[in-house]
């Protein structure tokens, strides 16, 4: 096989396992394609929920003897409700297998690999390797340091203001790129919003006009729970799942109150006056959450960008001003010295209609 037929088909399965960002949670979504001659038998990616994975699925699909398979993550080694993925390659009488990226689950971590070699499979790695950790981060990042990425979504005048001083805030960008914040959020697991916004929008958060099928997670942090019950967020717990991250001095009336309405609740320790935020990213891994997406507001995304928590940033910048009496759309970072800022690189920039998105990511 020529490097770049590899190069194609290793491309192809990164695709297919980015369309399942956000719809795999707790687990990765991996793309898989099988080829042999140089002819694709299979394809697939991780299905819906985590399970079955990808190879699984594609190996079901074809008669995989003496074939390739391209795959975005080391095939699993461990037997869990689905069979290992390294031992059913092998089953299957799979010659070669192409991966991206190694797998640190400690479950696998490697042992993909040395059963794949010990079946007398021929393994080659790295392959897409950064192209596939990129996609993979939220995953990686869980399974690595036990938290989900975040990626803040910011929308402003050219100015950097999000709302008048009177608070006057809809509508700044146009409705194109409202409906790109929707397609964003349907590839994270999670959504996630300060209570500030929460009390001032009353937003929904869920997704529309996409014909969404599942919906991500939607996240309140909110200190002290003093969160207007009933709202549109309680009013649709049937449509998505709400968790909001309380303080410990949240009372236990409103705790209650808000576990009845459907919510999920996660006690976190405060930091000042914001719930700490690396702690309660902590407890949204742990609970399976790889991928967050944070709409706002300004001073939950500053306590994100100065804990150094944000890896990437999504910028709408509308044509207009509203000047220095308007709201910024980051809080305090509390900086003396420009070399304390966080920094980052440019990914992209596009016009969205009247408006330009600029994607930054964590240097
Ligand atoms: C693969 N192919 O498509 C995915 C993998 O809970 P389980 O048994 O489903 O195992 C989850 C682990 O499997 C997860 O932590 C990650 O290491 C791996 N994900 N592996 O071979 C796949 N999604
Ligand atoms: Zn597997």
């Given amino acids: 096989m020529t490097e770049v037929a590899d190069r194609r088909f290793m491309s192809l399965a990164l695709s297919l396992g980015r369309r399942g960002l956000g719809r795999t949670w707790p687990n990765p979504s991996v793309g898989c394609v099988i080829v042999r001659d140089g002819r694709i038998l299979a394809r697939a990616r991780t299905a819906d929920g985590g399970r079955p994975h990808a190879e699984v699925t594609a190996l079901a699909a074809c008669d995989a003897r003496e074939a390739t398979a391209y795959v975005t993550l080391e095939p699993c080694a461990h037997v869990g409700e689905t069979p290992s993925c390294a031992e059913e390659l092998a089953r299957a009488g799979i010659a070669r297998v192409v991966i991206a990226t190694t797998d640190p689950d400690p479950r696998t971590a490697g042992q993909g690999i040395a059963r794949l070699k010990a079946a007398g499979v021929a393994v080659e790695t790295g392959l897409g390797g950064d192209e596939a950790r990129e996609d993979l981060a939220g995953f990686l990042t869980r399974v690595t340091a036990g938290r989900p990425t975040v990626t803040l979504k910011l929308a402003a005048s050219v100015d950097g203001r999000i709302a008048t001083a009177t608070g006057e805030s809809q509508w700044i960008t146009g409705p194109l790129a409202r409906r790109d914040v929707h397609a964003m959020r349907a590839r994270h697991d999670a959504v996630l919003v300060g209570a500030g916004?929460?009390?001032?929008?009353?937003?929904?958060?869920?997704?529309?006009?996409?014909?969404?099928?599942?919906?991500?997670?939607?996240?309140?942090?909110?200190?002290?729970?003093?969160?207007?019950?009933?709202?549109?967020?309680?009013?649709?717990?049937?449509?998505?799942?709400?968790?909001?991250?309380?303080?410990?001095?949240?009372?236990?009336?409103?705790?209650?109150?808000?576990?009845?309405?459907?919510?999920?609740?996660?006690?976190?320790?405060?930091?000042?006056?914001?719930?700490?935020?690396?702690?309660?990213?902590?407890?949204?891994?742990?609970?399976?959450?790889?991928?967050?997406?944070?709409?706002?507001?300004?001073?939950?995304?500053?306590s994100l960008l100065g804990a150094d928590l944000v890896e990437d940033l999504i910028c709408f910048t509308a044509g207009t001003a509203l000047g220095a009496e308007g709201l910024p759309m980051i809080g305090a970072l509390g900086l003396d010295a420009l070399a304390d800022a966080p920094r980052f690189r440019l990914a992209g920039v596009r016009p969205i209609g009247p408006d330009i998105r600029h994607h930054w990511r964590r240097r």
């Fill in 197 to 302: 916004t929460a009390r001032a929008d009353d937003p929904t958060l869920t997704i529309r006009d996409l014909g969404q099928d599942r919906q991500p997670v939607r996240i309140v942090f909110s200190r002290r729970l003093d969160l207007p019950l009933p709202s549109r967020l309680s009013q649709s717990v049937e449509a998505a799942p709400l968790w909001i991250c309380h303080g410990t001095e949240a009372p236990a009336a409103a705790v209650a109150r808000w576990a009845e309405a459907g919510a999920r609740l996660f006690r976190c320790p405060t930091e000042g006056r914001q719930i700490a935020p690396a702690a309660a990213l902590q407890a949204l891994g742990a609970a399976g959450l790889t991928r967050i997406f944070c709409e706002g507001g300004g001073s939950l995304g500053a």
